[in-house]
Every structure is written in C-alpha cells, then in structure tokens.
C-alpha cells in the first residue's frame, strides 16, 4: 500500500514538472514571435484597449474603496497608540506598493484571464485555432504573443491609475470624515513615498499582466472537450492566476526590499 | 504547379482508441479523390493528420513526394500557403466580420491591403453565390449554411494549389450543394488543383470524384472510380453507398 502510494506520488510530480516544462516551453515560443517579424499590431491593439480602458471602472472602484477602508481602518487602529498622524504615510505606501497592484491583479485576472481563456477555448473546441494554421498565420504569434504584450504593457497604467485613485479615496477620507488638514495630508503623503515604492508596484503590475494572459492563453490554448473543457480552461486560468499573482507578489518584494 | 499526396501506412490513436490503423492511399496531381466512411471512422482526423494539424503515431505522409514530418517550419509554412481547407464545422472567426474571414489568408500572406480585401471578398462570395452585403456581417449573424458557403469562400480565395472539403456540402439545401460541387469540380478542373473531399452524400461524391476510397475500421478497404459506388461489386462499399441496414457493416456493428 505504501508502494502505491509512493508511485501515486511520483506519478503526480512527474506530472507536475511536465506541465511546468510544457508551460515554460509555451511561454519562450510566444515570447519568441515578439521579437521575429511579422507583427499582429492590430491584435495587440484591440487587447491592450480591451485590458487598460475597458478595465479602469473596476479598477478605479476598487482602489477607491480600498483607499477609503484603509483610511479608516488605520485611524481606528492607530488612535490607540495616539500615531493617528502616520494615516497619510500608511495609506500611500500600501497603495502603491501592494494593494495597488495586487487587487488590480486580481480584478483583471477575474476580467481578462478569464476572457482569454474562454475565447481561446472556444476557437480550439471550434477548430479555428488549427483553421489559422491553415491560413498562413501562426496561431501562437497571432493570438497568444499580441495578448501576452498587451497585458504586460496594460496592467502598470491600471496601476498607476489605481494608485492615485486609491491615495485620493483615503485623503477624501481622512479630510472630511477624519478630521485632517488637507495640506498636511498631502505633504506627508509626498514626503513619505519614495520613487522606488511607486517603481515597485508597476513592476509588480507588469509581472502579474504578463502572468494573467499567460494562464488565459495557455489553458484556453490546450483546452479540450466542447463547452465543459472550456468552463475548466476559464476556471483554472483565473485560479492560478490569482494564485500566482500572490505568489510572486511575495517573490518581487522580496527582491525589492530585502536588504 | 499542383501537389501529390500519399499516404503510407498512417496510425493514429487517442488515449488507447485506434482511430487510423494504417491509412495507405496515393492522390495523385490534379486529381479530386472522395473519402467515405461511417460517422466516427477517422476521416476528418486523416485529414488534420495531412495537414499537420494531429501527428501521426506511426506511417510516412507525403506532399508533392516530401515527407511532411521531416520538413523545417519555413518549408512547412510554404506548403501551408499552397493549400486551402474547409473545416467540417467550418470554423469561421467570430471576431471577425465574414469579409475579413474570406480574405484572411491573402491579408496573412501580404497579397492585398485591407482596402483591396473587401472588393476580393465581394468577389470570392459571388464566386460562391453569395451576395456582397454578406461580408458585412459578423459569422454569428449567418446561418448554418450560410457559414459553411463562407467558409468554403474562404478555402478558395486564395487559389491554393492542394484543397481539403471536410464535408462541404452538409448542413446545405440540395441546390446549394450542386452549386458546391460545381465550384469544387471547377478548382479541379481549371485552376487544376488536387482535392481531397470528405462526403456522405452520394450523389455529390460522384459530381466532385474522380476516384472514391472508403475508410472502415481505420484501413482503405476499397478505392476506384466515383462513377462506380453502388455497383462497385464490394459488398460494403455498395451497402454504404445505398445507404442499406442489411449487409457486412451492420453486422460487424452487431457482433
Ligand atoms: N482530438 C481527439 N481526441 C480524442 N479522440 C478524438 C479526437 N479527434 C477525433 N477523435 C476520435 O476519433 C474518431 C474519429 O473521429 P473523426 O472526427 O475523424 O470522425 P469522422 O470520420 O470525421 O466522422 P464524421 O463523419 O461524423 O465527421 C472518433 O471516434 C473520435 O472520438
Ligand atoms: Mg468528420
């Protein structure tokens, strides 16, 4: 029993490490076609509008409201220590150096990962995928390296914008409910952040974009089995990205910021 | 300029279930040959397996005597430019409206602007019947019918030299479908390409083949001339092709 449990084991990382390797192969052979002529501009454009200014009500609401709680949260927590001042400095660097970034991640996971996945899906089950191959465009250049690119570029705009928004929601806070002067709030928020926590988060925003079409195109690109195989592709895409997304979150602050 | 095809010996299975157990057939140039076979016998996963699309698990399949699995990726897709294939359940983009879809290819390779591409278009889709104000429509917008016409607009406009028609002509009212087997007999013919055509329809077997070969059981059981099915003389060729419930296939189905 113990034997079987053992191959059991095996068998699944050895499974495990195929689809790692075959995911990383996935990944080189899209990132290959972005530099080998010829180009899909008109894809990477339609993708690049479809995740930076499709997604900016979401993504806006959210940094809003996460401003606005942070704000809130810390004054509550903070008055016990009478440090009620350090507000400012709190809401902006967790802004800007995580919920920023992780919470866009995670709207556009849902939003765009999911899509990728579905629509990629669709045109396997459907045959449209293998139907480029015979019309002279290679489906991993014309589908998968625009999409890649796109959100790459896409997710540190959402960022930023999502930083400032997030900022704004807890100086809207903390000015007319907290009871902080409008300048102070602002000088403190400018002196406190540093070039490098703003600089960390849209980094943090690209690897995630690049992370959020990779699982939408990759399990949307092997999907199999008519509606139901597409439903799992668009799950699994949207769970692991969110997963990884968290993951790597740690792994770039990590090489940001320990020193 | 027109291409060969052969066969040799080509296995396929999924997950333990033999589809293809050894497909031999040769295509000669500017040939059309007909493929029939029961639902379910591998005709549609031959041809993706011409064309790359699946691999082989064993058997040489060669194009104009190349052997398609030894080829370099830019051989491969200069072959690909030379050959045109309708899809069985016609596989149009559904992002794209039908225009774009009939031109694809010739925008892929370069061969017209996108301003060029609707005047093209216009013309491939009454090439095939259809009217011009269709390529204005989105895919989703056509009927069943309407999007296999398309699609086979699609397979044609860029006058490949090598043609596969998974089943061109289902899913079409009987005069849409001698109208199909016209334009398929009329790319034979005068552009003087190869086709390869899967079919169930008899009547249209024998109006697009010249030669006909029947699958069974992931073998060519029988290859001759189109004109012949129904009075081929092999029992399950003629029982296939007159459609009958009594003969050697239904009783293999039942034993
Ligand atoms: N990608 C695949 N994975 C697993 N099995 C497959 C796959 N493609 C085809 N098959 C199996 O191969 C067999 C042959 O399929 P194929 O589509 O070639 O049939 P066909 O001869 O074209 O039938 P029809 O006339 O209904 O189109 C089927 O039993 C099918 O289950
Ligand atoms: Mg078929």
Redo the contacts between chains.
Sequence with gaps: MLLGFLAGLGRAVLRACQEVGGLALFALEALSHLVRP?FHGRQFLRHFIEVAYFSLPVVALTALFTGMVLALQSYTGFARFNAQSAVASVVALSVTRELGPVLAGLMVAGRIGAAMAA?LGT?RV???I??L??????PMKYLVAPRLLAATLALPLLVLVADIIGVMGGYLVGTAKLGFVSAAFLDSTWDVLETMDVVSGLVKAAVFGFVIALMGCWCGYRSRGGAQGVGMATTSAVVLASILILALDYVVTEAFFAQ | MTLTVTLEGVCKSFAGKTVLEGVDIAVPASSSLVVLGGSGSGKSVML?CI???ITPDAGRILIDGRDVAAMSRRER?AL??R???L???G?????LPVWENVC??LL???RITRRGARDKAAEVLAQVGLAASVGDLSPAELSGGMQKWVALA?AVAAAPDLLFFDEPTTGLDPIMGAVIDGLIVDCVQRLGATAISITHDMASARRIGQRAAMIYKGRIVWDGPAASLGQTGNAMVDQFARGEREGPISMELRR
């Design positions: 010829p629509e045109m459907t045959d449209q293998d139907a191959t015979t019309l002279s465009t290679d | 993706k064309l790359g699309l897709a690909m430019d050959i045109g294939m899809f069985q359940n596989a149009l983009f559904d992002s694809f290819k892929a390779q370069k699609r």
